[in-house]
């Protein structure tokens, strides 16, 4: 197996250049696959003549045949000195994708690379309808984009009516500086194609697991439906500020798999939050009467305070981080 230097990662991630030419991760691979997806055919379309480029000599475009839609991109980064048992795979949450696990906007290292550091294989997907994996006919024609000051009160940055003075929770950990770059990091999203999500993202389990899965947000409802899917091959589940748990219905049948649950800052009280967070809290009744093991850890009850929605960009990120790694330690998936 050949050995990659971090800077070879210079070509592929743009826009993460400096964070890995600065860490010293050594690869044994990288590369990138689509899974999943499925074929329709469209039929009774009229012929169209399209100009691809302005000026350009116009070309006849037949809309009627074949096409492959729902397939999802991975991306892979495969550790020199491997320390996890498992490879670890991270699902984005909604309106985004895979990029957030990587350089985070005020330019620092991710959790990509806070945990390739620590000896795991990672992949980092782009949800079906996300980024890489591209735009499907099959989705509609509605998708659901946030303006600019939404994210900063639905994600925690600040209260409710905040946004328009930027202000934030007191002691809030969000890279504030840095708050349109991660505007810039939004993508379209629907809301009818969850089943499609899920199909492609146990098509990907189905290719790379035995693995750990880590979700954040959306992704937490998808985590908990693969795991369900394929209590076989999901070893362990973290689940950062999922926006729902598993159904406890089937928690017996996935009871020997350890869940960790993380939530930030202000989740307890906020009038959305904390109803999205007693879903969580539900599930952990439900899930241990089963006889599971599920950690639920509000961040500040253990120390790590001023955390926002998307906790792996917050400036104390690592501390999260470091929690979730000696989780997996103590569980026997990984070592120090």
């Given at each position: 197996m050949r050995r990659i230097l971090a800077t070879a990662l210079l070509a592929?991630?743009?826009?993460?250049?400096?964070?890995?030419?600065?860490?010293?991760?050594?690869?044994?691979?990288m590369g990138s696959f689509?899974?999943?997806?499925?074929?329709?055919?469209?039929?009774?379309?009229?012929?169209?003549?399209?100009?691809?480029?302005?000026?350009?000599?116009p070309a006849k475009v037949d809309p009627n045949g074949v096409y492959q839609v729902e397939q999802m991109y991975a991306q892979y980064f495969l550790v020199q000195r491997r320390k996890g048992k498992l490879p670890l795979l991270m699902w984005h949450g909604g309106g985004l994708s895979g990029v957030t696990w990587e350089t985070k906007p005020d330019g620092k290292p991710g959790w990509?690379?806070?945990?390739?550091?620590?000896?795991?294989?990672?992949?980092?997907?782009d949800a079906m309808e996300r980024g890489r994996s591209g735009w499907s006919p099959t989705f509609g024609p509605d998708p659901v984009v946030l303006p600019l000051g939404d994210p900063w009160e639905r994600f925690r940055v600040g209260p409710i009516g905040s946004f328009a003075k930027r202000e934030t929770y007191p002691g809030a950990q969000?890279?504030?500086?840095?708050?349109d770059q991660f505007m810039k990091q939004g993508v379209p999203r629907w809301v009818t194609?969850?089943?499609?999500?899920?199909?492609?993202?146990?098509?990907?389990?189905?290719?790379?697991?035995?693995?750990?899965?880590?979700?954040?947000?959306?992704?937490?409802t998808f985590g908990y439906q693969v795991l369900e899917a394929r209590p076989d091959k999901i070893k362990a589940l973290i689940a950062v500020e999922p926006t729902l748990g598993g159904d406890p219905k089937k928690a017996a049948t996935v009871k020997g798999t350890p869940i960790l649950v993380v939530i930030g800052d202000n989740a307890k009280d906020h009038p959305r939050w904390k109803a999205i967070r007693q879903h969580s809290v539900n599930y952990q009744t439900a899930f241990q009467a089963a006889g599971g093991n599920l950690d639920l850890v509000d961040l500040p009850d253990v120390g790590i305070k001023g955390n926002s929605h998307m906790v792996r960009?917050?400036?104390?990120?690592?501390?999260?981080?470091?929690?979730?790694?000696?989780?997996?330690?103590?569980?026997?998936?990984?070592r120090k």
């Open positions: 592929l991630l743009p826009a993460t250049t400096s964070a890995y030419a600065q860490s010293g991760v050594a690869l044994r691979d689509h899974v999943g997806g499925r074929h329709i055919e469209i039929k009774g379309q009229p012929v169209k003549e399209v100009v691809f480029t302005p000026g350009g000599v990509l690379n806070y945990f390739l550091k620590k000896g795991w294989d990672v992949y980092v997907s969000f890279p504030v500086a840095s708050y194609t969850d089943k499609q999500i899920v199909a492609a993202y146990i098509q990907l389990v189905d290719k790379v697991c035995p693995c750990i899965v880590m979700v954040h947000s959306q992704s937490g960009m917050d400036q104390n990120s690592d501390k999260v981080a470091d929690l979730i790694q000696a989780w997996l330690v103590k569980k026997g998936l990984g």
